[in-house]
């Protein structure tokens, strides 16, 4: 099992900035991949940002590739998203997920085993 826990979420003025973290813990061994997602109010949830934690590498969808950045701290078992120059449609609430296989796609939510409580975010003026 893997325990996900975020934090960060908040209110911010667009073109504002915020970090949200996910404290993992549990068996981190077996994970693969680690991601952001995000569920827009009356949406589905998408994907935002993934990253290999065994090499890496990391990928975004379109929407965020310019303003979003993820990172993973080995140490301490968290993943970051950095988040810059936030947008009114960029609201909604954040998780953090976990894959213990090799995504055959990675904004599938359905290959996520583990997730978080999620974190919300409300960019508005």
């Known amino acids: 099992q893997v325990h996900l826990v975020e934090s960060g979420g908040g209110s911010v003025q667009p073109g504002g900035s915020l970090r949200l973290s996910c404290s993992a813990s549990?068996?981190?061994?077996?994970?693969?991949?680690m991601a952001w997602f995000r569920q827009p109010p009356g949406k589905e949830r998408e994907g935002v940002a993934t990253v290999y934690i065994r090499g890496g590498h990391t990928y975004y969808v379109d929407s965020t590739k310019d303003r979003f950045t993820i990172t993973q701290d080995k140490v301490k078992n968290i993943l970051y998203l950095q988040m810059s120059n936030l947008k009114p449609e960029d609201t909604a609430m954040y998780y953090c997920?976990?894959?213990?296989?090799?995504?055959?796609?990675?904004?599938?939510?359905?290959?996520?085993?583990?997730w978080g409580q999620g974190t919300q975010v409300t960019v508005s003026s």
């Open positions: 997920a976990a894959a213990d296989l090799i995504l055959p796609n990675f904004w599938a939510p359905e290959y996520y085993k583990y």
């Open positions: 549990g068996a981190i061994n077996s994970v693969y991949y």
